[in-house]
């Protein structure tokens, strides 16, 4: 893990709190060195301040997707804003907590998105991210970012065996996140999956033949 605050005190408490139960490799205080660090380190989460100096975190969401697209994004923020909240989770955030939290809400959080799921404090949207403004208007703000791309391969017509190989995990995880996923897209056959894909642009793209 990776922690990016500009209140030094606050990393370095967050730090101590999380040390047994994950491995923070570095603390940083602001977005570039973030973006530094995370390509250097290769973290499984990136625990971020939405505000800093500089590059802020949500400027920093969008490089660290498509730098390291298996690192979990979660945000923490002083500020109860919804609209930031539906910012960072149109980013692929996993995670947006308010800093009132308590340490239990945070792990609880961090274990959370490594499962593969996503987390919202219940004092923003009532905890559930299709509340955030825009969610309704765009249904792949409601899946977290292991759904989406299970949903993606799964489109494109690979089996759950050869996602599980792709993205290293077991094929029952493939198949809980699959099936989730449809669910909370109101999904349930395969072509019905498929025509979503082509509509949102989501399928994955095929290396040219010859």
Same mark, same amino acid.
């Given at each position: ?7 030094k005190?606050?990393a370095e408490?967050?730090a ?16 570039a ?9 290769h973290?499984?989460?990136a625990?971020i301040d ?8 949500l400027?920093?969401?969008p490089?660290l997707?498509?730098l390291?697209p298996?690192?979990? *994004?979660?945000?923490?923020?002083? /500020?109860?804003?919804?609209t %930031? ?15 009132n939290?308590?340490?239990?809400e945070?792990?609880?959080? *961090? ?6 799921g ?6 923003? %949207?009532g905890?559930?991210?299709?509340n955030?403004?825009?969610?309704? /208007? ?6 977290s970012p292991?759904?989406?791309?299970? *949903?993606?391969?799964a ?22 996140h ?8 109101g999904l349930r ?7 979503f894909?082509?509509e ?11």
């Amino acid at each position: 893990m990776v922690l990016a605050d500009d209140h030094k005190l606050l990393a370095e408490t967050l730090a101590v709190l999380l040390a047994p139960e994950f491995t923070v490799l570095r603390c940083v205080s602001d977005g570039a060195e973030l973006v530094a660090a995370a390509c250097e380190l290769h973290p499984d989460i990136a625990l971020i301040d939405v505000n800093m100096p500089g590059l802020s975190g949500l400027e920093a969401g969008p490089t660290l997707r498509r730098l390291l697209p298996d690192c979990r *994004l979660v945000y923490l923020t002083a /500020a109860q804003d919804p609209t %930031a909240a539906a910012e960072a989770f149109a980013l692929g955030a996993s995670g947006f907590l308010l800093k009132n939290c308590t340490g239990a809400e945070l792990i609880k959080t *961090l274990h959370t998105v490594l499962g593969g799921g996503t987390y919202l404090s219940e004092a923003i %949207a009532g905890g559930d991210p299709a509340n955030l403004p825009g969610a309704r /208007a765009d249904p792949m703000r409601r899946l977290s970012p292991r759904e989406r791309e299970v *949903l993606r391969l799964a489109a494109g017509g690979s089996a759950m065996k050869e996602i599980a190989r792709q993205l290293g995990i077991a094929p029952r995880t493939v198949a809980f996140h699959k099936y989730r996923g449809m669910a909370t897209l109101g999904l349930r056959r395969q072509s019905e999956l498929v025509r979503f894909a082509l509509e949102h642009g989501m399928m994955p793209e095929r290396p040219d033949a010859g």
